[in-house]
Structure formats: structure tokens, C-alpha cells
């Protein structure tokens, strides 16, 4: 059967439950290199989805640093490498649906999918890994292949590349307001998942969701049309 429907996975909080475990870890690193003290996790809120550096200088803002580009690059080093060892070390758990929905389209033939993340391509195996993910059966985009982050759409317009159909015939799936805004710019549809934010902070897509468990390959074929 020729595929004619894509889908496209981002990796941190929509595959695998990489916030709590996100957020220790960058804890940890704002007061080894910059003293920053009572940084909680709902402090990052802002830099979710963006790329890593994003990430950590969002926490340091919410304590009043503005972090350099140069300061954000190289504790954002430290996170990525710390985080993949701990994730090896420890494992994670997915959200439930997602290797469901994966599975079965697989198995369909209809439809070609892809990864698409932010998180470089050590820590995104290292979590595809963990929660048993058939990546190697899947195109695959990560941060370390682009140069523009979310909201910018190129990270999607990538992986609808290679995936070789029309955006339109491609769905994303994201947990994040500058991964919708990526998806959309991007000329694909979009299901958001409020696995990180609430959904009012995920206006835009074409479907928003608690959960994967939800969502079917039907729910894909009617939303596509």
C-alpha cells in the first residue's frame, strides 16, 4: 500500500515523560555554574519546546539572571550530556498512547513517520531508547541537524522532506505552543497533547487532547480529510 498520510513526533514531553527528570537535572546545573537557589520545575515554563538553551536561560530569567548566549550554550552542553546518562542509567516511562498509535501505524502501511525534536540527536536516542520507540524504522530530525529552533518551522519542514508527502498530508504531534506554531507554519495539521501545558496555551491546532490513548489512525485519516 502506498503511504499517504505523515506523521510527525516531537520527542520531550509528547513520546517520552522527560519533564520532571528535564527540570532536576537543569536545577542542578544553574546552581553548580551560576548560583542560582529555589529554582523550581514550573520555572522553565517558558523556554518548554524551544531547544535547550532556551530552556535553561527561561529558568535563569525567572530568578532575574539574563544569561549570555555563550553562558546558555554551555550549560545547555552540560544538560544534554547529563541528561542521555541518567535517562540510560535510570529509564523513562511514555505517555500512555504513544507506542500504541506508533505500532499501528506501522503496521498500517498507509503512513510514513518521523521524528522531529528539538533535543540533540544523543539525547533523543538515548529517549527513544529507553521507552522502546522503533526509531530506526522512522525518518528522524533533531536539533543537532538544524539551525533554527521552534517556533521557526524548519525543523518540520525537514522532516516533511523527508518523509516525501505534502505538508498538508502530514500531522504533527506536540505538547508544546512553539511546537504548534512550528507545525502550523510549517503548512501541516497539528494534535496537541496537554501533557505539559494546559490547553489554552495550545491554540492553533487542529486537534488538542489529554491523552494519545484518544487518538486513533482514523482520528489522523478525518483530520487530514
Do not use: W
Not at 498520510?5 to 537543569?26: C, Q, R, S
Not at 541537524?145 to 524548519?154: A, I, L, N
Not at 525543523?155 to 498530508?169: D, K, N, T, W
Request: charged share 25%; with cysteine; glycine share 8%.
Amino acid at each position: 500500500m502506498n503511504a499517504r498520510y505523515g506523521m510527525i513526533f516531537d520527542v520531550d514531553g509528547l513520546i517520552g515523560d522527560t519533564e520532571p527528570i528535564n527540570a532536576k537535572v537543569t536545577i542542578r546545573i544553574l546552581e553548580e555554574m551560576f548560583g542560582l537557589k529555589d529554582v523550581k520545575d514550573e520555572d522553565f515554563t517558558l523556554g518548554y519546546g524551544r531547544g535547550a538553551e532556551a530552556y535553561v536561560k527561561a529558568g535563569a530569567r525567572f530568578h532575574g539572571v539574563e544569561l549570555t548566549d555563550e553562558q546558555a550554550h554551555a550549560a545547555a552542553e552540560i544538560r544534554e550530556h547529563r541528561l542521555a546518562e541518567t535517562i540510560r542509567k535510570e529509564g523513562l516511562p511514555a505517555f500512555p498512547g504513544v507506542l500504541d498509535l506508533i505500532h499501528a501505524a506501522l503496521r498500517d502501511g498507509g503512513f510514513r513517520l518521523s521524528i522531529a525534536t528539538s533535543a540533540t540527536r544523543e539525547l533523543s536516542e538515548a529517549i527513544l531508547t529507553a521507552v522502546k520507540v522503533p526509531f530506526d524504522r522512522m525518518a528522524y530530525v533533531s536539533g543537532s541537524d538544524v539551525k533554527k529552533k521552534k517556533p521557526d518551522p524548519q525543523i518540520f519542514l525537514i522532516a516533511i522532506e523527508r518523509l516525501g508527502l505534502p505538508a498538508a498530508r502530514c500531522v504533527v504531534f506536540e505538547d508544546a505552543p512553539s511546537g504548534v506554531q512550528a507545525a502550523k507554519a510549517a503548512g501541516a495539521k497539528c494534535i496537541a497533547v496537554t501533557n505539559t501545558v494546559p490547553a489554552d496555551q495550545l491554540g492553533g491546532a487542529d486537534l488538542i487532547t489529554d491523552s494519545l490513548e484518544k487518538v486513533s489512525l482514523e482520528t489522523i485519516r478525518e483530520i487530514i480529510g
